[in-house]
């Protein structure tokens, strides 16, 4: 009884400390990648995919929903997105964006004879002004791609993973990936924010993603209201749209508090979803979004079939 007692008490404790330990001891092995001479993409990929295995390990040790760890029937779909759309679809556009900003900034720059970003202020200081200024692209991207009909018809996609777990972090449609990094990315550029700093802000989303798609049992408590944890992402997976329509934010939780569109009550989400019935196989995913239908059988839904058959993408 003891023993067990222990165990109860030491998960518990486990379960507090688990994601800022595993946010801040990432960001600090890429730091300490970087101070060693090591190759900035290689460190983030290394980083990254030692991240993920500490995440797969954790699910099946201590998960939150134990019915996610069983196969959904996506692995495959979710593989292919996630290497296509969110690896080399993502890192093509951000590169094509960088660089054509960073063009524009160096003539404004140079015309003008100053730059904007506070090279003056502490690397730290910096780097949370970068955080806040590009939230507010990646969260009006985020925001739109659900209240605009057209955009949803890609995200939806994302939305449909019937479970959330660390594969599905990169479940998105090639179209919902270049909206995003269009609109996040530009502001801070624009502003002159470092390349050095910009790298250490890709690093950051890439783990923030990832952790709050995993099925991990963790606690979170005023951290709900600082950043995107699982406590406030899986709301925003939920099938009801009165609670999925919220928690935009893609790092940061602070414009969803300060625009009313946080939420966080003190449950846990019924269900993981959306009433937008998707196909399941990979070129349906890839191709029905631009011809907008209403989806019958061979659908993923969290819904009956009867429901499922009048779903569309028209929210």
């Known amino acids: 009884m003891a023993n067990d007692t222990q165990t109860r008490s030491g998960r518990y404790i486990i379960s507090w400390i688990l994601w800022p330990a595993m946010l801040i001891g990432s960001m600090l092995a890429v730091l300490r990648g970087l101070a060693a001479g090591m190759d900035p993409v290689l460190t983030l990929l290394l980083v990254y995919f030692g991240l993920v295995a500490t995440i797969a390990l954790l699910e099946r040790l201590m998960p939150h929903d134990p019915s996610w760890n069983a196969n959904d029937g996506?692995?495959?779909?979710?593989?292919?997105?996630?290497?296509?759309?969110?690896f080399v679809l993502g890192a093509l556009v951000e590169a094509g964006v960088i660089v054509l900003i960073a063009k524009l900034v160096l003539v404004s720059a140079t015309l003008s004879g100053f730059a904007l970003w506070p090279v003056q202020w502490p690397l730290a200081a910096q780097f949370?002004?970068?955080?806040?200024?590009?939230?507010?692209?990646?969260?009006?991207?985020?925001?739109?791609?659900?209240?605009?009909?057209?955009?949803?018809?890609?995200?939806?996609?994302?939305?449909?993973?019937?479970?959330?777990?660390?594969?599905?972090?990169?479940?998105?449609?090639?179209?919902?990936?270049?909206?995003?990094?269009?609109?996040?990315?530009?502001?801070?550029?624009?502003?002159?924010?470092?390349?050095?700093?910009?790298?250490?802000?890709?690093?950051?989303?890439?783990?923030?993603?990832v952790l709050s798609h995993c099925n991990i049992e963790m606690r979170f408590g005023l951290l709900d209201w600082l950043f995107n944890t699982p406590g406030v992402h899986r709301w925003h997976h939920s099938p009801q749209t009165e609670e999925s329509d919220a928690n935009y934010g893609e790092n940061l939780m602070v414009y969803d508090v300060l625009l009313g569109t946080h939420y966080r009550p003190n449950k846990r989400p019924y269900d993981i979803g959306n009433k937008t019935a998707v196909p399941a196989s990979i070129w349906g995913q890839l191709i029905r979004p631009f011809t907008g239908y209403r989806e019958g059988p061979g659908t993923l839904a969290t819904l009956s079939q009867a429901e499922a058959g009048a779903a569309s993408y028209d929210r």
Not at 76 to 81: C, I, K, Q, V, Y
Not at 171 to 183: A, G, N, P, S
């Open 74 to 86: 996506q692995v495959a779909n979710d593989l292919f997105h996630t290497f296509t759309s969110y």
């Open 128 to 209: 949370v002004l970068l955080l806040l200024v590009a939230e507010i692209g990646a969260y009006t991207a985020h925001r739109l791609s659900h209240k605009v009909p057209l955009l949803w018809r890609f995200h939806a996609m994302h939305h449909s993973a019937p479970s959330l777990y660390w594969l599905n972090t990169g479940r998105f449609h090639l179209i919902d990936v270049i909206e995003t990094i269009v609109l996040a990315l530009p502001l801070p550029l624009l502003l002159g924010a470092p390349a050095g700093l910009m790298f250490l802000f890709t690093c950051i989303t890439m783990f923030i993603g």
